[in-house]
């Protein structure tokens, strides 16, 4: 649908940039770790679990304990947009707002929603899928449609054995999250909280606080499923970030392009779509915006999931 009011922007009394009415809930935005990937995959060389040394008698011969290695990869998907723009827009309400240029940082915002969103999505493609798709069989915690209850979100926090079994991030969407909250209420529990870093427009980075489980930030990713049904509900337990080294902290990480590690999205401009058979072309400019980028794990002990769940002391309106 072609960008409609340009005229709307054009005062210099205006803003600046087209202020978005009803933005969706991503408090990892902004923390969320990257890393810069050479060519189209990012591969990992895995082995599944360590078998413990043995001890042994003087001269006695030594078991072999040799390692099975296994190769994963993870690629890119290229999330894409476009706005049309009228040419007479464009070229009469350019100054002081162009219409081109308000529309493409709106732009940028659906690609990272796009993103953010694709976290929860299953493909059955474990290279270009979304987190249900990376997580192990066994570090799944099913309930069945059976309530939210503490001793399930321990079950599911414990799946996770990197980072010395403790996870660094905890995610799911609001109502997931309200559902915890309940739950603590309901046993005549505060929710507890911690600190966190929260963008202040004025003030730049300041502390805030963040509802925690066991000490860990639980973070609202208002693009997830909503999760109507309680097989569409799922919380995330994840070590973010990948510290490179040979140790369990291979953690959850976005991938994108080593040239595009921090200039993220391509802008492509054409004027007008040209029908050649009727030998004319549209009083448009055309303007596309792109941004490829993928999701990786790195050992499969960082991540867990907690799926299937009723909600506690849901709000009945």
């Known amino acids: 649908m ?11 009394e205006a803003t600046r940039w087209l202020v978005e009415n009803a933005p969706d809930v991503v408090q990892l935005h902004g923390h969320w770790p990257w890393l810069g990937v050479n060519g189209g995959f990012l591969t990992y060389a895995r082995v599944p679990k360590l078998t413990p040394a043995s001890p042994m008698s003087a001269c006695a011969p030594v078991k072999d304990d040799s390692d099975s290695a296994s190769q994963v990869k993870f690629g890119f998907v290229e999330y894409a947009t476009r706005v049309i723009i009228c040419a007479a827009d464009e070229d009469t309400l350019r100054l002081p707002n162009s219409p081109e240029a308000s529309e493409a940082v709106l732009a940028q915002i659906k690609l990272d929603y796009g993103y ?13 899928g979304g987190l249900p798709d990376l997580v192990a069989a066994g570090n799944i915690v099913d309930l069945g449609g059976a309530a939210l209850s503490f001793p399930c979100l321990e079950e599911a926090f414990d799946k996770v054995t990197a980072n010395s079994g403790r996870p660094t991030v905890i995610m799911s969407n609001a109502a997931s999250m309200r559902s915890y909250r309940n739950l603590c209420w309901a046993a005549g ?11 202040d427009p004025f003030k730049g980075w ?5 509802t925690s489980f066991k000490g860990v930030p639980w973070l609202i990713n208002g ?7 309680p097989a569409d509900r799922r919380i995330y337990f994840m070590v973010l970030g990948d510290d490179g080294g040979q140790g369990p902290t291979r953690g959850v990480t976005g991938i994108r392009p080593a ?13 007008g779509v040209p029908d050649f058979v009727a030998q004319k072309v549209d009083m448009a400019r055309d303007v596309w915006l792109t ?12 991540l867990s999931m907690l799926t299937n769940f009723a909600h506690v002391g849901a709000c009945i309106a």
């Open 291 to 302: 941004m490829p980028a993928g999701l990786a794990l790195g050992s499969q002990g960082a």
């Open 259 to 271: 040239d595009m590690l921090n200039r993220p999205y391509v802008k492509r401009t054409t004027n």
């Open 2 to 12: 072609p960008y409609a009011g340009a005229q709307n922007a054009v005062s210099i």
């Open 116 to 128: 953010y969103a694709s976290l929860d999505i299953a493909t059955g493609i474990s290279e270009l």
């Open 189 to 199: 529990i505060t929710p507890p909280f911690m600190a966190w870093n929260w963008y």
């Open 206 to 210: 300041q502390a805030g606080d963040v």
């Open 223 to 229: 693009l997830m499923n909503p999760g109507v049904l």
